[in-house]
């Protein structure tokens, strides 16, 4: 079964470096889907709002592993 | 039949410039199994890497292409976001020198030595110089693979221009290859990097939000704005990450 094991670590690595980095990613996803429709923006406002979250998440992530020692 | 550019020629040169990136590092090991077991055992484990994994997009392919769009969009979307902010994150820390750059000649040396020390050839086929060409093929193509699916699977008419960027792609490296015979340290892969996770992230945002059911200001021409937005977070992001870490 290493061969499996192998292939499923390859898999998980191909999307998911930092942990938490994909899981806010996929927080965020959730949110715009579920909650943002019953907030009534514009319709236009939306699509913004899902890439502000996005580049907010990317910004976040990089400078925590910049402070890393 | 119209062409959508908004997609076609991302979409084109997404697959183009990831493939490059990912054909650069497995051609290093390729070259690396040749230099040392052989060249008739290096191409021809390439050469069965590349089949198998012709054939599995060629399956995979015009398969999602059956499945209804939006579900396909959410899904890819999601994957693709993931894939290309994991890229984009990895290569603005790179560029503001938190993590090293990839060095193909260290890994070209790398490989050489520890395939110098698994002992002599076999008679005829040599299984170790196959292998080993066979599994760098296919844990790089497989990242190949899924780029040139999912930047093709979430639009119509979009798998033949990836799969071509692609193609492209391999055919550019190969000449490479025999022209220098060496690994390609010149090909600026950080910047390729930067520049495909900028592509891969706005596709995936797009696809996310056409999957979800938003509505994107401008349609599809909302792609080269989330590709101007991307790469401007990412651009400054890096000289924050410099500081940061100083």
Not at chain 2, 43 to 70: E, H, N, S
């Amino acid at each position: 079964m290493g061969w499996l094991g192998t292939i499923l670590r390859e898999a998980y690595g191909l999307f998911v470096d930092d942990g938490l980095f994909a899981v806010a990613i996929l927080l965020w996803l959730g949110v715009t889907w579920q909650i943002l429709p019953r907030l009534g923006l514009p319709p236009d406002l939306a699509g913004i709002v899902l890439f502000g979250g996005l580049a907010l998440i990317l910004l976040e992530s990089a400078v925590r592993r910049s402070r890393r020692p | 039949m119209s062409i959508e550019w908004a997609h076609v020629g991302p979409t084109l040169v997404a697959a183009f410039l990831a493939s490059t990136v990912e054909f650069v590092e497995a051609l290093t090991v390729v070259l690396a199994v040749g230099t040392v077991r052989g060249w008739r055992g290096a191409l021809a484990g390439a050469g069965a890497g590349l089949l198998v994994l012709l054939a599995m997009i060629l399956i995979l392919g015009p398969a999602l292409t059956r499945i209804p769009l939006g579900p396909v969009q959410l899904v890819v979307g999601t994957l693709l976001l993931l894939f290309g902010m994991r890229w984009l994150r990895k290569a603005i820390l790179r560029a503001a020198g938190v993590i090293p750059l990839h060095d193909e000649a260290a890994a070209f040396a790398k490989e050489t030595a520890s395939l110098s020390g698994l002992g002599t050839r076999d008679r005829g086929w040599d299984r170790v110089a196959i292998a080993a060409a066979f599994k760098i093929t296919m844990l790089e193509g497989i990242e190949v693979v899924f780029i040139v699916i999912a930047v093709g699977a979430g639009g119509q008419g979009l798998l033949l221009p990836a799969i071509l960027g692609a193609l492209a792609a391999l055919i550019a490296v190969v000449l490479l290859g025999i022209l220098v015979h060496k690994p390609l340290t010149r090909i600026p892969e950080n910047q390729l990097k930067f520049i495909v996770g900028v592509l891969l992230s706005a596709f995936g945002a797009f696809w996310v939000g056409e999957g979800i059911g938003l509505t994107w200001p401008r349609g599809d021409w909302s792609i080269p704005g989330l590709i101007a937005g991307f790469l401007a977070a990412a651009l400054i992001a890096v000289p924050v990450c410099r500081k940061r870490a100083a």
